[in-house]
């Protein structure tokens, strides 16, 4: 399993709530077809990291007969050359630090900067560090597509090996290894590459690589694994977050692949078998739209394509753009579930049809703005009322200026917004109020 943009297009194993997550209705009548598809992933890791725990090796005869069961279960060839190692808990951190490039770093840095304007990160946080915080404590397993090697975590002081996995760990090791077969037959870490840029994107193929792993873990379970006591891997979400200082929101985010997806996934391949779920592996699904409303696989809707124009020049001397591509809707459901209702967060961005962001860079100073279409007019008043409502639950300090309204958080960002457009919205947020209004000037009659 992986988390949300690990490094080096790892995919992690992590300590999962039992619930999964709903995906909620929505009839097709609301989202136009896009005819044009538009371009938009996990970053990849060069250095081979120091042996840590049990030296990795080969797999041992038992270990290879696991995986042929684990590759019949998801009806995939088996890969070869795979390694595995065990790994205790207490020298995790320093394993998923190695296993970070340059690369990475950039795309947390970047990642980084857009959560604090949108608010899912306090000044004083950055992702890395609330990813490494998180993973600490959660990660039960993980698979390096650069190494073809698995590492399974266990508790500090326990004497177990390959040989005699309790079942938690064993359940670990078949999730990596459907990890290790999808990587043999889709070579993860080059479809990683090409839609790591892509927020949304990612984060939908991420469901679909998670999805498939929990889905043919249980598979694999059933079949092979005998009846022995629970293993424990159930916790509360909201204890882990808090306990280890993860907003909620990036909680929600990084769980997402394994309770939205688990569901979306196990659904396919229980009415369809894994034929789908092999060419979304391939060519992964333009959007968590998809994800979270199973339907518009065969309607034949796709996320219109949206545009910003550069502001860059239009900002001052020395601003340069940072990052941007597409939101997506679980994205903009999980910014509104900042302040407002679930029920009314996810209502308000059901009518999303597609959107683009940018964020721009000018030493400290930060802005993004952002273009969000949704299927109708009524859609887009519904999220602009979402986002006032968010707002004022912030006790933001609103002035205008023209036709621009410029709401302040105390101590915070200022996020300048005007009056939806037909079905589309355009807002902008910004660490200052001049920054935010020049953004919002530059873009508002684009």
Not at 8 to 34: F, I, W
Not at 55 to 78: E, I, T
Not at 131 to 155: C, E, K, N, R, T
Not at 346 to 373: I, M, Q
Request: net charge negative; glycine share 8%; proline share 6%.
């Amino acid at each position: 399993m992986k988390l949300l943009a690990p490094p080096a297009g790892l995919v992690l194993a992590l300590l999962l709530a039992l619930s999964v997550a709903s995906c909620s209705e929505k009839t097709l009548v609301d989202r136009p077809v896009s005819p044009e598809p538009s371009d938009t992933a996990l970053p990849r890791t060069t250095a081979t990291p120091a042996a840590t725990g049990t030296a990795a090796s080969d797999l041992p005869p038992g270990l290879q007969q696991m995986l042929a069961n684990v590759a019949s279960a998801r009806n995939l060839p088996m890969p070869s050359g795979l390694k595995a190692e065990l790994v205790a808990r207490s020298e995790l951190p320093a394993l998923l630090d190695r296993l970070l490039t340059e690369d990475d770093r950039r795309w947390f840095d970047q990642t980084t900067t857009l959560y604090r304007l949108l608010g899912h990160l306090r000044k004083d946080q950055d992702y890395l560090t609330v990813w490494q915080s998180f993973g600490s404590d959660s990660i039960l397993g993980l698979y390096s597509p650069i190494h073809d090697q698995l590492w399974v975590v266990h508790d500090d002081g326990a004497a177990i090996d390959f040989d005699s996995l309790p079942r938690q760990e064993e359940e670990t090791l078949a999730h990596e290894l459907v990890h290790a077969i999808q990587d043999y037959s889709f070579r993860l870490d080059e479809v990683y590459e090409s839609i790591v840029d892509d927020l949304d994107r990612n984060l939908a193929w991420t469901a679909v690589v998670e999805g498939d792993a929990v889905t043919h873990e249980g598979v694999y379970a059933n079949r092979y694994m005998s009846l022995r006591s629970p293993s424990g891997r159930a916790f509360l979400l909201a204890d882990a977050a808090q306990a280890n200082d993860v907003p909620p929101s990036i909680a929600r985010e990084l769980f997402f692949p394994y309770t939205t997806g688990a569901s979306w996934i196990r659904t396919i391949v229980a009415r369809e078998g894994t034929t789908r779920v092999d060419a979304m592996l391939a060519d992964p699904p333009r959007g968590t739209a998809f994800a979270l409303h199973p339907e518009l696989l065969d309607s034949g809707w796709q996320p219109g394509e949206v545009k910003l124009p550069a502001i860059a020049g239009a900002l001052g001397n020395g601003w340069q753009r940072e990052s941007g591509g597409q939101w997506g809707e679980f994205g903009v459901q999980n910014y509104l579930r900042l302040r407002v209702r679930s029920f009314q967060a996810v209502t308000a961005a059901e009518g999303w049809a597609g959107d683009h962001y940018d964020v721009y860079v000018n030493g400290a100073e930060s802005v993004a703005v952002f273009r969000l279409a949704f299927a109708d007019a009524s859609d887009a008043k519904e999220f602009a009322s979402a986002q006032q409502s968010l707002l004022k639950d912030v006790n933001a300090v609103v002035s205008t200026e023209g036709a621009i309204s410029l709401a302040r958080v105390p101590g915070g960002n200022v996020t300048a917004t005007v009056a939806p457009s037909g079905n589309e919205v355009v807002f902008a947020i910004g660490s200052s109020q001049e920054v935010a209004l020049r953004a919002m000037q530059a873009i508002a009659g684009s």
